[in-house]
């Protein structure tokens, strides 16, 4: 049970380039999300997804689009990279029952630097 | 709007025991949960509170009181492992999506 992956690991970009970090998780899981975290300030919620066709935007949606066409895949686009970018991205995917709530399963993450 | 307070750094000793608090204002309160984060690794799932009370996992506790917007992570028995970044989040509603706070640093020193 892979869990949630996350490719790359780490990318250097250049100002302008656009580019896609992929998210894959094989639990079956409904609910799928983009995190972003720097120093200090925690993390942010980019855009999230409750289901198969279904995306929505979080608090810092801007320069960043996303699509659900499967249950097992969530890719982040970067439309044109910008230096304010440079982050640490999380992609997160959770499930609950009536008997609960599971929390959220975070991949690895990707560390993405734009010059 | 939401606002998740959390302290930015905490130092304790190894063997003992540490309260990390974590107060939140934020309008439909649907639950909170605690997460682990070493340095350079994602978060990992350590617990989760909707209704008041402690809940107990092994050396690690969270508590919550919905009327005073607060909870605290009860580490006991410190090991050096333990030092890494402690996250509170907090559930609106319905929605699935979580609200972080910014993190607390601890350190465990032998």
């Known amino acids: 049970n892979a869990g949630v992956t996350q490719t790359p690991k780490f990318q250097v970009l250049k100002t302008g380039q656009s580019m896609t970090l992929q998210c894959a998780q094989d639990?079956?899981?409904?609910?799928m999300s983009w995190y972003r975290q720097d120093p200090g300030m925690g993390l942010r919620l980019i855009h999230y997804s409750v289901g198969a066709g279904i995306t929505d935007q979080g608090e810092v949606p801007n320069g960043y689009n996303v699509s659900r066409s499967t249950t097992e895949d969530f890719p982040l686009r970067l439309l044109s990279a910008a230096p304010s970018q440079t982050s640490v991205y999380f992609c997160a995917s959770s499930y609950s029952t009536d008997r609960g709530d599971y929390g959220y399963t975070f991949g690895s993450g990707t560390r993405l630097t734009v010059v | 709007g939401q606002n998740i307070d959390q302290p930015t750094e905490m130092t304790a000793t190894e063997g003992a025991i540490v309260q990390i608090n974590c107060t939140y204002q934020?309008?439909?309160?649907?639950?909170l949960f605690w997460y682990q984060q070493h340095a350079g690794e994602a978060p990992t799932f350590l617990s989760y509170n909707v209704l008041d009370g402690l809940e107990e996992k092994g050396r690690f506790s969270s508590f919550l009181s919905r009327s005073k917007g607060y909870s605290y992570l009860l580490l006991k028995e410190l090991q050096m492992k333990d030092s890494a970044s402690y996250l509170c989040?907090?559930?609106?509603?319905?929605?699935?999506?979580?609200?972080f706070g910014s993190g607390t640093q601890l350190t465990v020193l032998p």
């Open positions: 989040a907090v559930r609106l509603g319905s929605a699935r999506q979580l609200t």
């Open positions: 934020t309008s439909g309160f649907n639950g």
């Open positions: 639990m079956n899981h409904e609910y």
